[in-house]
């Protein structure tokens, strides 16, 4: 998905520096979503939690929009054009509906609920994202993984996989990047990660093996669940510092509730993010605004009907680093 506001932010990112020592307890720190239009009255509104102020990354997860349910007869869906990604790999994964995918590695695919498409948009990729007419209802999230510097400028790419689901203490666990409850994906990453769906039967309890070296954050889509002693209500995304080897989840809902966890190491390199581009200097930005805007780099999107986004125009004011925070 492209990041359709009209006068994006540059944000300077970076992963906090200030975690729990050994031994020490699993802080929650809890993020409230803000509501981002993208486009015009008829358009989706998605709930962004990363990045914010007090927290810009995950682990290398650096963007995370949550979307729907979406009344796509109301609202017209998804119907994004062309635009481009550089620095970073796209991760679509949806709860309902489903969407054309299209881009300029000439890969033609469809995301559906279940299925991870991730998209490697390294040197300069670009593609389109359209909700199919079989689409009534769109509900997923899209989410955004920082490449490292020594991978920022890697090849375009495109990996599909449908991950078997695993039951374990009253949960359903969809595993679509890294390894969780006995799974793990195929796709490859470029830091180690961690995605997965996990859906939790009516007042269970689940308590997970993680990565200790990992950050973790558990998005919300459905229910009241709580995290590590957390309450997180829908769309709020509770983040929890590396040191634990475990992960405790309570569904606090009288019905089904639904939430992606996502985790991975520390990123330390500070990165800049503005509109869909991801560079480690303002000069970066400025370089790839220009070869999308010329038509270079960034390769042509076959078979959809209609013109490609044009960039936002570049803020006046040089970049101001963003101090790091917990």
Avoid at 3 to 13: D, G, I
Avoid at 273 to 279: D, K, P
Wanted: proline share 9%.
């Amino acid at each position: 998905m492209s990041n359709l506001e009209r006068a994006p932010a540059e944000v300077r990112c970076g992963s906090p520096v200030d975690h729990e020592g050994p031994g020490g307890p699993s802080r929650v720190e809890v993020l409230a979503p803000r509501d981002v239009p993208l486009g015009g009255p008829r358009a989706m509104t998605v709930r962004r939690t990363l990045p914010q102020r007090s927290r810009s990354m995950i682990g290398a997860w650096c963007f995370t929009d949550h979307y729907g349910p979406d009344d796509v007869a109301a609202t017209g869906g998804m119907g994004v054009a062309p635009h481009p990604h550089t620095g970073l790999q796209t991760v679509s994964w949806l709860f309902s509906g489903e969407i054309e995918h299209r881009d300029s590695l000439g890969s033609h695919a469809y995301v559906r609920p279940g299925e991870l498409n991730l998209m490697t948009g390294g040197h300069g990729i670009s593609h389109s994202e359209v909700s199919t007419p079989r689409t009534t209802v769109l509900h997923g999230v899209q989410l955004w993984v920082a490449l490292p510097a020594e991978h920022r400028l890697a090849d375009r790419d495109f990996q599909h996989y449908v991950p078997e689901p695993v039951r374990a203490d009253g949960a359903v666990i969809s595993v679509f990047l890294g390894t969780l409850a006995g799974a793990s994906s195929p796709v490859r990453t470029f830091t180690p990660l961690l995605g997965a769906e996990v859906v939790l039967a009516p007042r269970a309890t689940l308590t997970l093996d993680v990565d200790p070296g990992f950050e973790h954050g558990l998005l919300v889509d459905q229910g009241d669940v709580c995290l590590a002693g957390a309450l997180l209500r829908p769309a709020e995304l509770g983040c929890v510092h590396p040191r634990s080897d475990t992960l405790t989840l309570v569904n606090e809902s009288d019905g089904t509730a639904r939430a992606v966890l996502l985790g991975g190491t520390p990123f330390e390199e500070e990165i800049i993010m503005w509109w869909n581009f991801i560079g480690r200097s303002h000069e970066d930005i400025v370089q790839a605004r220009e070869d999308w805007m010329s038509g270079t780099r960034f390769g042509v999107v076959h078979g959809y009907d209609g013109d490609p986004l044009p960039a936002p125009q570049l803020p006046t004011v040089p970049l101001k680093p963003r101090r790091r925070t917990r």
